[in-house]
């Protein structure tokens, strides 16, 4: 995922649409065009109104709305995702995180 999609990107809530904070856990640069480009290969992006969180898993934001999360393979991938960044991801998120944490 490249940073600046954060200046687009808001909560994917209905009823919510805020701006989104980013938290990087692993990273990469890569030469693009003769520039160097920051490249996002895992991470956690919030919502500070909602508390809704999303991952970024192999340089793609899941932010599919909360019923496509709950069960299936992307709840498998986004569980895993809490498991292994779960000293990063912040404590409430973990707990009580929306639409899932760890239980």
């Given at each position: ?50 508390g809704r969180w999303y991952p970024v898993i ?46």
């Amino acid at each position: 995922m490249k940073r600046w999609l954060m200046d687009i990107l808001a909560c994917s809530a209905s009823d919510c649409r805020s701006k989104l904070d980013l938290e990087v856990y692993k990273s990469h640069t890569q030469e693009s065009e003769g520039e160097e480009v920051d490249e996002i290969d895992e991470a956690l992006i919030s919502c500070p109104k909602c508390g809704r969180w999303y991952p970024v898993i192999d340089g793609i934001a899941c932010m599919l709305p909360d019923d496509l999360r709950m069960d299936g393979k992307q709840h498998i991938e986004e569980t895993a995702f809490l498991e292994r960044w779960k000293e990063k991801v912040p404590t409430d998120i973990l707990k009580n995180g929306l639409p899932f944490g760890l239980s």
